[in-house]
């Protein structure tokens, strides 16, 4: 799964009536940023309002025709299906869009996510994760031959040929499955030892939470040291990195860990197969959530990681609220989340400008401790 700065992408969606035009602009957005993740370009959008897809193609028969028109005319590589899409649905849309272009590929949401986190991939574990997801999602299409010829050969009570082919293809499947989770059970089980051995010598953890492309990355290498690849796309952080904070006031270093950005609507599939990742956050003493303050959609993109570090069991954990890239903003819009904040621990402060990164250093040092005061649960902090 290479990229290529040459594919041009088409976006086919369904919006709902229930969707507002603004929910409908920032989901088509997204799509389009994932595309731009991957290093390719979107060139058309096709879209239908209607409640439920097609129970055949996903998309009406008329937008099927308009896609494979826009093929032809703008010679369209990749067309993305903005949802979770049945195998079957697109190996037949596929099979009518071929006419128009026999290289055509069509992938759903995750289909276009594994493809980014094949690109983003470089350690042994984030690319162990990211082959069994693929191999999850696939599995179906995989052995999807041995389904058509069952259809075309078995008959109710026969064993055909096709039906043996299925069950064969199911059980190499299920065999390669098996042994990539075996692997990564035992990076899973050296993961685990490492935090057990952390928490017994009394270390401190931190971990850096938040939606993808919130600044995460940044702010991981200004509190560290490190210098970790930052780039301004979703999904550039895969693995997960783990490095030093020296807290000043109390003379004492905490381990601090920065993972996976989150995403709406990232299927569960994808955030289970990064679970032995995610394990930094389950166990950490601290969660630093940080948040984009100068994204007009900030308030969806916050309950969405709040939502997926739930289903991760992830709760009633002490939780910082980093509110990046405050330099950019308004005495209103600063106003706007300090009233959203008010019952929480926050923090305004700007990576790129190093303000308010002292005070944060602070406020971690007291949140570990269990030392931090009514005033400072009860309002946001502004240097």
Avoid at 215 to 235: D, H, I, R, W, Y
Avoid at 281 to 291: C, F, G, Y
Wanted: charged content about 25%; glycine content about 6%.
């Amino acid at each position: 799964m290479t990229p290529s700065d040459h594919k041009k992408f088409l976006i086919a969606s369904i919006l709902p009536h229930t969707l507002s035009d603004s929910d409908a602009f920032q989901d088509i957005k997204e799509v389009k940023e994932l595309i731009d993740s991957y290093a390719g370009q979107t060139i058309e959008y096709v879209l239908q309002k209607r409640e439920i897809h097609d129970k055949g193609l996903y998309l009406g028969n008329g937008k099927i025709q308009e896609i494979a028109d826009c093929i032809k005319t703008k010679d369209i590589n990749v067309v993305v299906l903005n949802a979770i899409v049945k195998p079957g649905h697109i190996f037949d849309m596929r099979k009518i869009l071929q006419s128009s272009k026999p290289t055509i590929e069509v992938w759903d949401r995750v289909d276009l996510i594994l493809h980014i986190f094949s690109r983003h991939a470089h350690t042994t574990e984030a690319k162990l994760q990211i082959e069994l997801a693929a191999m999850r999602h696939m599995g179906p299409r995989i052995y999807g031959m041995g389904y058509i010829l069952s259809r075309q050969g078995g008959s109710i009570g026969t064993r055909g040929i096709g039906e043996t082919n299925t069950e064969l293809m199911k059980r190499h499947w299920r065999d390669q499955i098996g042994k990539v989770e075996k692997r990564l059970l035992k990076l899973s089980d050296d993961r685990q030892r490492q935090l057990i051995h952390r928490e017994r010598m009394g270390i401190k953890t931190v971990s850096i939470v938040g939606y993808t492309n919130a600044g995460k990355t940044s702010l991981f290498n200004l509190l560290t040291g490190k210098k970790q690849l930052v780039e301004n796309a979703l999904f550039a952080t895969l693995d997960s990195h783990v490095g030093k904070l020296f807290l000043a006031d109390v003379a004492e270093e905490v381990v601090v860990s920065d993972t996976i950005g989150f995403i709406r609507n990232l299927p569960a599939s994808l955030i289970n197969a990064f679970r032995s990742t995610l394990m930094e956050s389950l166990q950490a003493n601290l969660l630093l959530h940080v948040i984009d303050a100068a994204d007009e959609d900030w308030e969806r993109k916050v309950s969405t990681v709040k939502k997926i570090l739930k289903d991760l069991g992830v709760v009633n954990k002490p939780t910082l609220y980093v509110l990046n890239k405050s330099d950019k903003l308004t005495s209103a819009e600063k106003k706007s989340l300090q009233n959203y904040f008010i019952d929480d621990t926050a923090l305004f402060i700007s990576v790129k400008n190093q303000y308010g990164i002292t005070k944060l250093s602070e406020e971690i040092s007291a949140l570990l401790r269990g030392k931090f005061s009514i005033q400072i649960n009860k309002q946001i902090h502004v240097e």
